[in-house]
């Protein structure tokens, strides 16, 4: 096929060899399948801030750490430079996370270099070596669903101890390959520790895993996780081989109703722009 503009510099350097087919397109990046040598990989080009779709909302950016001074007090301002400074730091923040994870045992997909806004990773393939399925094209026994409701939950919980919440994480951001579930797509990768939203995305992200899987396993749906998995992590008593119950014992104490309508606001709004987003990117698969 004819090489995309974005991918030329990486095929003179001959980090690519060819470009074989454009997998997606959706409205934050385009990915291809590419060679390189004998093998098959993946090139994810994002789109410029101004063609995306994604908001880089504050709730994801804080906490996030800049080494450089300089850079830091520009990203704060809505100079030229500083959104440049802010664009590129959006960007790195999923390649950081990818190899951080990767690190901690995560089954995600394996970066490989990033050039000029062009990620090469891993190609998470089916047994016929074939692009994997995303798990909403996946149709699973209940034994299956529970196993891979199981395994994500784990990788949750690594995700956790490495000091990340996915912040987008459903069954739109997984693939299947042969030996289970992969996590994808990681750019609005959230900071545990500095993040005031991290409790909140993490119990959405684990609730999201519970009501999908709950359509293949009924019980499941009857397990609170994420609060579990946060009570523990706050306790500073969460390891990558905790033992958990999907049990957790409320505070029945008296809470503030109107912020509890605005969490709830909050997370309606956000799954609407999720749909949206998974629709849009359906549609031009």
């Keep these: 096929m004819k090489i995309p503009k974005r991918l030329q510099p990486l095929i003179d350097e001959g980090m690519i060899d060819e470009v074989v087919a454009q997998l997606m397109s959706g409205k934050e990046a385009q990915v291809y399948v590419v060679r390189c040598g004998d093998t098959l990989r993946c090139a994810k080009v994002f789109k410029e801030a101004k063609q995306r779709s994604f908001k880089q909302a504050v709730q994801y950016q804080e906490g996030r750490k800049v080494r450089n001074s300089r850079r830091a007090r520009a990203?704060?301002?809505?100079?030229?430079?500083?959104?440049?400074?802010?664009?590129?730091?959006?960007?790195n923040a999923e390649v950081d996370a990818l190899y951080r994870l990767a690190a901690a045992g995560v089954r995600v997909p394996q970066p490989y270099a990033f050039v000029d806004g062009v990620l090469l990773m891993e190609l998470i393939a089916d047994e016929e070596g074939y692009a994997a399925p995303r798990l909403d094209n996946v149709t699973l026994s209940e034994a299956q669903a529970r196993d891979y409701h199981g395994r994500i939950i784990a990788d949750v919980v690594r995700m956790l101890c490495a000091g990340l919440v996915h912040g987008d994480l459903s069954e739109f951001n997984v693939l299947v390959d042969r030996h289970g579930p992969v996590i994808i797509d990681l750019p609005q990768a959230v900071d545990a520790a500095g993040n005031?939203?991290?409790?909140?995305m993490l119990e959405r992200d684990v609730d999201n895993m519970r009501a999908y899987f709950g359509h293949f396993a009924p019980d499941l749906l009857n397990t609170d996780y994420g609060r579990e998995i946060w009570a523990l992590y706050e306790a500073g008593e969460l390891h990558p081989d905790v033992k958990l119950t999907g049990r957790f014992?409320?505070?029945?104490?008296?809470?503030?109703v109107d912020d509890l309508m605005a969490v709830i606001d909050d997370a309606l709004e956000e799954e609407a722009d999720r749909r949206e987003r998974a629709r849009d990117d359906w549609e031009d698969e």
């Design 196 to 200: 005031n939203n991290a409790a909140r």
């Design 249 to 256: 014992e409320y505070d029945t104490a008296s809470v503030n």
């Design 75 to 91: 990203m704060s301002k809505k100079t030229r430079y500083g959104q440049r400074e802010q664009e590129e730091a959006w960007l």
